[in-house]
């Protein structure tokens, strides 16, 4: 079956520093997401993707945040510099249509220390 | 501001038995809901939806019921089997591609 893939499964980075959390959706799918789930909270909308471009985006995804598709298969979320608060479980997801459910990656557990 | 609520973080049942989860929401522009299923380290699996046009809608021993005028919705399973024990979040859509989940409910089967 196919399924959307993250990498890396974990990441430890120090505060101030950029990481880059990366994303292969499933291949047919035309619209991507994020979306995290800080440790002990609700799974939140960050951004959605469609046709190379941000569609909608959530008050969390502010300036530190970016996304990108640089080829025909990755979609990759960037944040400049990370916080304290950014340590959460980043899922990624891709659907065909939006209202078919969504398939999510296993996701990138994020530790900014 | 939780447009959407799991009111029970927990639940325990029976295997073999019904389980019952349920989901209120308070914004009257979501049209579509849908109900995931997560293990820990994983990424939440869809498991079914209804569109707000039907009250009922059943797949296996999944059944979803959407009652629009309690915006309330309920997930039933049935019969319970150790499998399902996760945490299982509701969650809206509502005239764009943004969900918005409620915060969980984790369901254990016991055998």
């Known amino acids: 079956e196919p399924e959307v893939t993250q990498t890396p499964s974990h990441q430890v980075t120090q505060m101030g520093q950029e990481v880059i959390l990366r994303c292969v959706p499933i291949s047919n799918h035309l619209y991507f997401y994020w979306y995290r789930q800080i440790l002990g909270q609700k799974v939140e909308f960050l951004v959605s993707f469609y046709n190379n471009e941000i569609s909608e985006k959530s008050e969390i995804f502010d300036d530190q945040f970016s996304v990108e598709r640089p080829d025909g298969s990755n979609f990759t979320l960037k944040i400049r510099s990370t916080k304290l608060e950014d340590s959460a479980m980043y899922f990624c997801?891709?659907?065909?249509?939006?209202?078919?459910?969504?398939?999510f990656g296993s996701g990138t557990r994020l530790t900014v220390v | 501001d939780q447009q959407v609520k799991q009111n029970s973080p927990s639940l325990s049942v029976q295997e073999g038995r019904i389980s019952i989860l349920n989901c209120d929401y308070t914004?009257?522009?979501?049209?579509?809901f849908l109900w995931y299923k997560k293990y820990p380290a994983e990424g939440p699996t869809f498991l079914i939806s209804i569109s707000s046009i039907k009250d009922k809608n059943e797949d296996g021993r999944f059944t979803v019921f959407l009652n629009k005028s309690a915006k309330h919705l309920s997930l039933h399973i049935v019969p319970s089997q150790p499998g399902d024990s996760a945490v299982y979040f509701c969650a809206a859509l509502g005239g764009n591609e943004k969900l918005t989940f409620g915060t969980g409910t984790r369901l254990t089967i016991i055998p």
């Open positions: 997801a891709s659907s065909e249509v939006p209202l078919v459910g969504y398939t």
């Open positions: 914004n009257s522009m979501f049209d579509y």
